[in-house]
């Protein structure tokens, strides 16, 4: 899977956004929250190989190059990568995943990127990402579904404005079986709610 079919409109929408700071769609929560969430205090020691997809404004990044300075980012913005840089050893664009290397990360982190990907490309970074933690590394993420009726899931052709909104959303049955298929071991670590909008934070290791 060397190639997927980048949606321009999408690489187009995020650089808007990382260049003109919109906020709104930057996620404002702060590290603290970010590592509690993710359920990854533990995980953080010092020098661990630490990788974050989808980094918005590189709080996550910039707090924890304080406990190891081996930190990567992925990103769908050059912009995004850019102004991170000072924290991070390399970056890569989403498109460049199947350049990361195997067996390398400690730890790999990912909040509030799923609901902005098509399952597609979300089967594109689960076969790369998966080969690259170490035998013992952890993959932690979290995905978002819809309570109460909220907004459809589950649908295979999630529109830009979802996709914008991040309003794609899944099962977990669905993520598990496609983890599964990508050779991943899952433990579930958490169930959030917030209003209309649950969360479900996975820990995700190589099997
Ligand atoms: C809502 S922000 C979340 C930022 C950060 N993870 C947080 O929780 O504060 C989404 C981030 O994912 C990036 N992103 C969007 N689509 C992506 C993709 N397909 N692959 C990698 N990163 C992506 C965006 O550029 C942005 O930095």
Redo the contacts with the bound molecule.
């Keep these: 899977m060397k190639n997927f079919n980048q949606n321009k409109k999408?690489v187009d929408f995020?650089e808007d956004?990382?260049k003109k700071k919109r906020v709104r769609?930057?996620?404002p929560?702060r590290p603290d929250f970010?590592i509690k969430i993710l359920e990854i205090e533990q995980l953080l020691l010092k020098d661990i190989t630490y990788l974050?997809?989808?980094?918005?404004q590189g709080?996550?990044l910039k707090e924890i190059n304080k406990k190891t300075k081996n930190c990567y980012a992925?990103?769908?913005?050059k912009t995004?990568l850019m102004l991170s840089k000072k924290y991070i050893k390399r970056g890569w664009l989403?498109t460049e995943l199947f350049n990361l290397p195997h067996n390398f990360f400690d730890l790999i982190t990912?909040?509030?990127?799923f609901q902005?990907?098509d399952d597609k490309?979300l089967k594109n970074?689960l076969y790369h990402i998966i080969p690259s933690l170490k035998t013992d590394g952890i993959y932690a993420c979290q995905f978002a579904f819809g309570l109460n009726d909220y907004e459809i899931f589950n649908n295979k052709y999630f529109c830009e404005e979802q996709l914008q909104k991040?309003l794609s959303f899944r099962t977990l049955d669905k993520m598990v079986n496609l983890i599964q298929i990508f050779n991943g071991k899952i433990t579930i670590k958490g169930f959030h709610k917030f209003e209309n909008i649950g969360w479900y934070i996975l820990h995700i290791s190589k099997k």
């Design positions: 999408m995020w956004v990382h769609y930057l996620s929560n970010n974050e997809v989808g980094i918005g709080s996550l992925v990103d769908i913005s995004s989403n990912c909040l509030l990127v902005h990907i490309e970074h991040g």
